[in-house]
Structure formats: structure tokens, C-alpha cells
């Protein structure tokens, strides 16, 4: 017989709340890898013509790091607070936690590699564009921030 206290600590909240962490690590780390690697390629490509502008152009690689490290915090919290007393509601809020992070990680981590692409090449042409490749990277940035900030709270929540 399945009693009320034995629901809330449920066998499967612990896998719940580690998909929740995992889903988080994972998806952002995704997005980051993209963006890292899309942007790489038009740096190495820009590179080819104006080798001074690597520094100044690795800006889109950085940004797209910093998206991993979203992920990881939310995943080390979740994964910090599995434990014995680990209720069904926590998982849920955990899981949904991990997605609130993890999928507009993956999609900023996209845009930040195709901006960052588009934006190093054709800055390696007219440095002027060096500004709005700036600002279109942190509107991309900021996805991902908002996802952290919604997983922070659903974090808190319970």
C-alpha cells in the first residue's frame, strides 16, 4: 500500500532531480561547444588575412564559456541537494530547474556562434562593426541569464 509519506519520498525523485542536473550540465555545455566552435571557425578563417585580430576577436568564444558555467552551477545545486529526505515536489522543481537552464543555454550557445561567426568575419573587414557584433553577442548572452535566473528561483522554491 502506497501511503502519503512514502509518495513524497518516492525511489524515482532521486533520478528526477540527477536528470534535472544532468539536463542542465549537458544542454549547456552543448550550446557552449557550438558557439565555441562555430565562432572558432570564422576567427581561423580571419585569421588567415588579419592575424592581429585574434585577440580582439576571441570575445565570442568567452561568451560562449560563460554559458557552460550556467549549467554547472545549477547542476552542482541540484545535485548537492539530493539526499535521503529528497521529496517528489523538490525533483519536479530540480528537473524543471535543469530544463529552465539547459535549453536557453543550448539555443544562446547557437546564437552566440553563428553571431560571433558573422560578426568576426566582417569585422576582419570593416573594423567599425566590432561594436555591434559586441552588443548583438550579449542580447544572445542574456538568454541564456534569463534561464539562469528562472532556475535559480525554481532552485529556491521548495
Known sequence: MV?????????????????????????????????????????????????????????????????????????????????????VQTSYAHLGAGLSVGLPGLTAGIAIGIAGDAGVRGTAEQPRLFVGMILILIFAEVLALYGLIVAIYLYTKL
Open 3 to 87: 501511503t502519503a509519506a512514502s509518495e513524497e519520498e518516492a525511489p524515482y525523485a532521486i533520478f528526477l532531480g540527477c536528470l534535472g542536473a544532468a539536463i542542465a550540465i549537458i544542454f549547456t555545455t552543448l550550446g557552449a561547444s557550438y558557439g565555441t566552435a562555430v565562432s572558432g571557425i570564422g576567427i581561423a578563417s580571419m585569421a588567415v588575412n588579419r592575424p592581429e585580430m585574434i585577440m580582439k576577436s576571441i570575445i565570442p568564444v568567452v561568451m560562449a564559456g560563460i554559458i557552460a558555467i550556467y549549467g554547472l552551477v545549477v547542476a552542482v545545486l541540484i545535485a548537492g541537494s539530493i539526499g535521503d529526505e529528497y521529496t
